[in-house]
């Protein structure tokens, strides 16, 4: 369970984020939802260790941690918006990067990763690089890579917006069956209907507050 | 033909040379450029950041906007009314180096600038390293951007060469235009463009089988 406590951030003097409190339950979909332009991705990106907090915390199973001490542990794992795959490198070299650099032997990498593959729908594109990927390919490589490295909490930023609309339900299951497996998740949208449809737990920005 | 033959020799020795500084400049300004254009891209906060890039960038301002034939004659004739002095050889290398490093810091810098920030963001939040990102990420991406311009300056250097006729060294145009007046014919300095146009067209054939190397992605 990830609890944040009071996170305030400002850019240039103009506050973004007002004391967001909020927590993160264990095998739960947390919603994360307000009008474009409100700081959703600057949460997102505060609890990656991407942006630091003006001031706030974080506690991690009743500890109190930070970004960069979660990281470490591999504790997040991020699906951008953009997806961010590596363009040099194939799909399969896109998921086993990270672990075989963190010390998995290239073969228990390349076991996971075909796992992953099979389970996404991806065994066809191992080979292939991410130039010739649909969104919805590129989509699940960077869900892929990100599950690779085990993480306890999977966030995603926006991901029906780089997608076709009819997508939209597609996201929605797979996010779903993840949350059946077990998995702990949050689900940055400004797409009210998405949220619902896969939250149990929703938080708005700007307003400050849960409706549960 | 015969005459061909016998002039030959004297041509290919200026090939030497020629090939000689062409290679040595490559080696040392490409990494060289490298290198300053890391400096280059940041926006440092410090006073004493602030001055190193701003040197930096005077440094490429300068090389880049005044004549590489002046920055030859600088050094070699200009420096040792001040007690710098070097042979012919190590100021033409000097010159070369110091004039294709700020060509290629430029290039760098733009191939840094082209790749997205979110492919170091990706990488950060996988818990690599900023050198491993730089390393498998960055770097390959950055190489493929730069590779067209890399390879213009590349050929660009080659012809370049022929300045440190001015400083007297004994390269590929001098030998032709040497011949050229000791035997009042125009047939050396055609022998001479030839070999440029061949050593061009070597390099061009490279660029293009390196390019294709780095088309297996987008
Ligand atoms: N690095 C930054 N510097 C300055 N302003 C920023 C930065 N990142 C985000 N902002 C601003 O913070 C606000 C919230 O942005 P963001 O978190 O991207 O919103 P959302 O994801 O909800 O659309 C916007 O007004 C945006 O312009
Ligand atoms: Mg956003």
């Known amino acids: 369970m990830l609890e944040l406590k009071n996170i305030n951030k400002s850019f240039n003097g103009r506050p973004v984020l007002k004391n967001v409190t909020l927590t993160i339950e264990d095998g739960k979909t947390l919603a994360i939802v307000g009008p474009s332009g409100v700081g959703k991705t600057t949460l ?24 960069q001490a979660m990281r470490k542990q591999g504790i997040i794992g991020v699906v951008f918006q953009n997806f961010e795959l590596f363009p040099n490198l194939s799909v399969m070299r896109n998921i086993t990067l990270a672990p075989t650099l963190q010390g998995v032997d290239q073969q228990q990498a390349d076991a996971t990763a075909k796992k ?9 594109q191992e080979k292939a690089y991410p130039y010739s990927l649909s969104g919805g390919q590129k989509q699940r490589v960077a869900i892929a890579r990100a599950l690779a490295l085990n993480p306890q909490i999977l966030l995603y930023d926006e991901p029906t917006s780089a997608l076709d609309p009819l997508l939209r339900e597609n996201v929605a299951e797979m996010v779903n069956q993840f949350k059946a497996s077990g998995m702990t998740q949050v689900v940055v949208t400004h797409d009210m209907d998405f949220a619902k449809s896969v939250a149990d737990t929703t938080y708005h920005v700007g307003k400050g507050g849960d409706d549960q | 033909m015969t005459y061909i033959f016998q002039i030959l020799p004297a041509l290919l020795s200026g090939v030497k040379l020629t090939l000689g500084i062409f290679a040595i400049t490559l080696v040392g300004a490409i990494p060289l450029g490298l290198i300053l254009s890391v400096g280059l891209i940041p926006k440092p906060k410090s006073i004493l950041g602030k001055a190193g890039k701003s040197l930096l960038e005077g440094y490429v301002w300068v090389f880049r906007g005044t004549p590489l034939l002046l920055q030859l004659m600088f050094i070699f004739y200009g420096l040792p009314i001040i007690g710098i002095v070097f042979d012919r050889f190590s100021a033409a290398l000097v010159a070369f180096i110091l004039n294709y490093a700020a060509y290629f810091a430029e290039i760098f810098r733009g191939g840094f600038g082209a790749v997205d920030e979110g492919q ?15 390393r498998y990420v960055v770097i390959p991406q950055v190489v493929k951007i730069v590779l067209p311009s890399i390879g213009n300056e590349v050929i660009n250097l080659v012809k370049d060469s022929s300045l440190v006729y001015v400083i007297g060294l004994g390269d590929l145009l001098r030998a032709g235009n040497i011949a050229s007046a000791r035997d009042v014919t125009l047939l050396p300095l055609v022998l001479v463009g030839v070999i440029y146009l061949l050593l061009t067209l070597i390099l061009t054939f490279l660029q293009k089988r390196i390019e294709a190397a780095f088309s297996y992605y987008r």
């Open chain 2, 120 to 134: 170091f963001e990706a990488s950060t939040v996988l818990n690599m390293t900023r050198w491993q990102a730089l």
């Open chain 1, 116 to 124: 992953l593959l099979d389970q996404l729908a991806l065994t066809d």
């Open chain 1, 44 to 67: 997102l990106r505060i609890i990656s260790g991407l942006e630091q907090a003006d001031s706030g915390t974080m506690i991690w199973n009743g500890k109190p941690t930070t970004a």
